[in-house]
């Protein structure tokens, strides 16, 4: 059976240590064939829905081949090992059932064939307690891009078992929109859970109450519309409103973080 050319590799571990080293030399050493790319190890650590958001934004631009995911929650090996086929075998998403991946299987149609990574032939023996990430779920990634078959790795499992991720979801209230903060990006920009109809009743001048400090905002078509020191509210590229300040962090202005409750209301 034809195998997968290309590994997509997201983790918390940093690059502070060998970890993400030592995972590529097993990809590299099992599927020497297979072109590795690094979509990020810089979630932050044990923080399943970042990792979660970072996939799901990314999954309409990831390579086919296999995903290979892993953010650690707590260091608990009782969750389940699962790969994920998806988009009719174009890919397969490889990680931990523990919510990481199922945005981004939802966003590419759903999940096809599902097993639990359970069969010992297709894992490192290892020294000590299992590392899930070395030793099941890069083995498991590069034996299906040399052409191992998914159900070779491990039993059937049913998709609508899988642990679903923790999406935030807006609420209405009193002619209010109350968001959260899904996303701070390195420029400061501040992603919230909403996308642009879903204001729109509100018009384009926009309170908004952060920490019970009310501001008045307008939407602009794009961050280069915002005036210089005003903070603005968009739609960014990944369809979602943020609010955004040309050459300065809109996070910082605001004094806010991934969590924080932003209230929005029509300006009277």
């Known amino acids: 059976m034809a195998g997968y050319d290309t590994v997509t590799?997201?983790?918390?571990?940093?690059?502070?240590?060998?970890?993400?080293?030592?995972?590529?030399?097993?990809?590299?050493?099992?599927?020497?064939?297979?072109?590795?790319?690094?979509?990020?190890?810089?979630?932050?650590r044990h923080d399943v829905r970042a990792g979660a958001l970072a996939l799901a934004r990314s999954v309409p631009y990831i390579a086919p081949g296999i995903v290979l995911a892993s953010v650690d929650p707590d260091g608990s090996s009782q969750r389940r090992?699962?790969?994920?086929?998806?988009?009719?075998?174009?890919?397969?998403?490889?990680?931990?059932?523990?919510?990481?991946?199922?945005?981004?299987?939802?966003?590419?149609?759903?999940?096809?064939?599902?097993?639990?990574?359970?069969?010992?032939?297709?894992?490192?023996?290892?020294?000590?307690?299992?590392?899930?990430?070395?030793?099941?779920?890069?083995?498991?990634?590069?034996?299906?891009?040399?052409?191992?078959?998914?159900?070779?790795?491990?039993?059937?499992?049913?998709?609508?078992?899988?642990?679903?991720s923790l999406v935030p979801i807006p609420r209405f209230e009193n002619e209010q929109v109350l968001a959260e903060v899904m996303w701070v990006d390195h420029f400061g920009r501040v992603q919230l859970n909403l996308e642009a109809e879903m204001i729109d009743h509100l018009g384009n001048t926009i309170v908004t109450t952060i920490n019970s400090q009310q501001r008045v905002v307008m939407r602009h078509r794009s961050i280069n519309d915002v005036p210089d020191g005003q903070v603005g509210l968009v739609t960014d590229t990944f369809g979602l409103m943020a609010l955004v300040s040309p050459q300065r962090s809109a996070a910082a202005e605001f004094d806010i973080d991934v969590g924080a409750e932003v209230v929005l209301s029509e300006a009277r």
Do not use: F, K
């Not at 571990?13 to 099992?30: K, T």
């Not at 890919?91 to 199922?102: H, P, R």
């Open 9 to 44: 590799l997201m983790t918390d571990r940093g690059q502070v240590d060998e970890a993400v080293g030592v995972v590529r030399s097993i990809l590299a050493d099992m599927a020497p064939s297979a072109n590795v790319v690094d979509l990020t190890h810089g979630i932050e």
């Open 81 to 164: 090992s699962i790969a994920v086929e998806i988009g009719d075998g174009v890919g397969v998403m490889v990680g931990s059932d523990n919510g990481l991946l199922a945005n981004a299987v939802a966003i590419v149609g759903g999940a096809g064939r599902t097993v639990e990574l359970t069969d010992e032939r297709y894992r490192l023996p290892s020294a000590g307690s299992l590392w899930e990430l070395r030793d099941v779920l890069a083995p498991a990634a590069a034996h299906l891009c040399e052409g191992v078959d998914l159900a070779e790795l491990g039993p059937a499992i049913d998709p609508a078992s899988l642990l679903p």
